[in-house]
């Protein structure tokens, strides 16, 4: 019985052996569930990023039936920034996401919780062949942190210009847009000699000591003024000094003179009361249904960032950019990196995409060729104030990589944009003290 009893159990035992051996040789001769990979992309919070990359997902989808590409718009409560690290702390964060600054990068790195897309050997070759096919050469660039690798692939680069009202400055006889600081106390003088209530520059976000108001206020000016040089590195404060000065010191004379006022005002430069402005694209969606008035190269114009005299003749003026790109996070495993930087060469790599992102989205593409590229030529004929934009996204200078950045930033307004502005210091005092009090800070 027991001799039995063991040779049944050996024939059960034998014959699930078998059944297993099969089913396994069958998912091994099958394509199927095994080879699939699934990746999680993070979209911004606005709606019409969100659409843009669905439809991205559907298409890649459709090309590359092995890898499912799920697509989630990521929270914005309290900030996207914390929605980010709150998943990362609990394991929960995405294949990848977009809306990542090259400061908030400088943070997630620090932290090991993205993939240093140039030197990953899952991701390497093909974040090279990326940069090629989407001509991106020039723009990419300036992305590069401090430790010599690439975290961020740039989506879209905002650079940050400045709008001048042209029927205020003909009104004034002056027919040409200034360029140089002083042009722009010329125009301070005129409009003085003609006791207008109009003025060159109303900020009234220019004195709020929050970090990221230096993006749009010092910082466009400090990267004309400077040719782009560095200001934060890595951990190092690299900021050209006379350039610096130069900048709180124009800022300075225009206050001076009550043409730089900084109290509450409503749309100033919609509204006439400010010649100049400095404006992001997002601006015109706005314009068009609240301003309709407001034409291209009628009653305004965009142009480059004033710079110091001693740069009357230069080119390529630089700029900030407000920019953002896709990060790839560690937690990916190195098939869902793979499937990640081909699922980003197909969406970037084809120019059309790119067409359908600025359609879409109004975001210009951070590529060397977004104005002199045929395929967005239909686009710029409608809307011929963005193509300026495009012309400077090479130009275009991304946020500081340091993780620090608030800080920092917060230090860069409160001892020397804010005093200096607004007198209480001279541009010298401002700036050394700031540069002590970054770089205690460092």
């Not at 459709?62 to 914390?82: F, G, R």
């Not at 400077?226 to 590195?233: E, L, P």
Request: aromatic share 10%; proline share 6%; hydrophobic share 35%.
């Amino acid at each position: 019985m027991k001799f039995t009893k063991v040779l049944s159990t050996v024939a059960i035992l034998a014959t699930s052996v078998i059944a297993l051996s099969a089913c396994g040789n069958s998912n091994n001769s099958s394509s199927s569930d095994s080879k699939k990979t699934t990746i999680t992309f993070w979209a911004a919070p606005n709606p019409p990023q969100v659409k843009y990359w669905e439809q991205m997902a559907k298409d890649f989808h459709e090309k590359n039936p092995d890898i499912t590409v799920k697509v989630t718009q990521m929270k914005e409560s309290p900030t996207s920034e914390a929605t980010i690290q709150s998943a990362i702390a609990s394991g929960t964060a995405p294949t990848m996401s977009e809306n990542i600054t090259r400061s908030f990068a400088a943070q997630l790195s620090k932290s090991k919780a993205i993939v240093p897309l140039n030197s990953d050997v899952s991701t390497k070759s093909t974040m090279s062949s990326l940069v090629k096919n989407r001509n991106m050469t020039k723009t990419i660039k300036s992305w590069k942190f401090s430790d010599g690798n690439q975290y961020v692939i740039p989506l879209y680069s905002n650079p940050m210009l400045v709008g001048w009202r042209l029927d205020s400055l003909k009104e004034l006889g002056i027919n040409t847009v200034p360029k140089t600081y002083s042009d722009v106390e010329a125009v301070a003088k005129a409009l003085k000699a003609k006791n207008s209530k109009e003025v060159v520059y109303a900020n009234p976000v220019a004195t709020d000591p929050t970090a990221y108001q230096r993006w749009f206020d010092f910082f466009p000016f400090y990267d004309a003024a400077s040719d782009g040089a560095g200001f934060v590195n890595g951990s190092k404060f690299v900021g050209d000094k006379k350039s610096g000065e130069e900048v709180f010191e124009f800022v300075q004379n225009l206050y001076k003179d009550n043409q730089f006022i900084t109290k509450k005002t409503t749309d100033p430069f919609e509204t006439k009361l400010s010649l100049m402005n400095i404006i992001g694209p997002w601006t015109f969606p706005n314009w068009a249904e609240k301003y309709p008035d407001l034409e291209f190269d009628k009653n305004y114009t965009i142009t480059s960032v004033p710079v110091p005299d001693s740069m009357k003749n230069a080119k390529n003026i630089k700029t900030y950019a407000d920019a953002k790109g896709v990060v790839l996070y560690a937690k990916a495993t190195t098939a869902q990196k793979k499937a990640a930087l081909k699922f980003m060469n197909f969406t970037m790599g084809n120019v059309k995409n790119d067409v359908k992102l600025l359609n879409t989205t109004s975001l210009l593409p951070a590529r060397d060729d977004a104005s002199t590229n045929a395929a967005f030529k239909t686009y710029f004929d409608k809307n011929p104030e963005m193509k300026v934009y495009a012309e400077n996204v090479p130009n275009a200078i991304p946020a500081m990589d340091n993780a620090s950045y608030n800080d920092l930033q917060e230090k860069l307004g409160n001892e020397g944009w804010i005093p200096a502005l607004t007198g209480k210091k001279t541009p010298t005092k401002a700036w050394n003290d700031m540069e002590k009090a970054i770089k205690g800070a460092l």
